[in-house]
Nanobody
Framework: QVQLVESGGGLVQPGGSLRLSCAASGSIFTINVMGWYRQAPGKQRELVAD???????NYADSVKGRSAIWRDNAKNTVSLQINSLKPEDTAVYYCNADWGYRSTWGQGTQVTVSS
């Protein structure tokens, strides 16, 4: 069974940066897509960014130009950095691994952007 362990997050001031990391462990075959989603209070979970095993990336408009996602296929890790953080970036951030026929979620890590 695959588990995703997230790290990073916490309280960040507006204009600051954060880096989230996620490591997959367990019986792992090639993960097609790894990504980060977020869910703010009272809102639906939404995609922040994802990346394929070949390195193709996709970003939400809300973070495009101020974020970067990358992965290490050998280590089954994915990381996300967001710069110029805004209060509206406050949310629980979830890591996702998608093999195409199934997907797995991490437990989530809280990110709060506030002065």
């Amino acid at each position: 069974q695959v588990q995703l362990v997230e790290s990073g997050g916490g309280l960040v001031q507006p204009g600051g940066s954060l880096r989230l990391s996620c490591a997959a462990s367990g019986s792992i075959f090639t993960i097609n897509v790894m990504g980060w989603y977020r869910q703010a209070p009272g809102k639906q979970r939404e995609l922040v960014a994802d990346i394929t095993s070949g390195g193709w990336t996709n970003y939400a408009d809300s973070v495009k130009g101020r974020s970067a996602i990358w992965r290490d296929n050998a280590k089954n890790t994915v990381s996300l950095q967001i710069n110029s953080l805004k209060p509206e970036d406050t949310a629980v951030y979830y890591c996702n691994a998608d093999w195409g026929y199934r997907s797995t979620w991490g437990q989530g890590t809280q990110v709060t952007v506030s002065s």
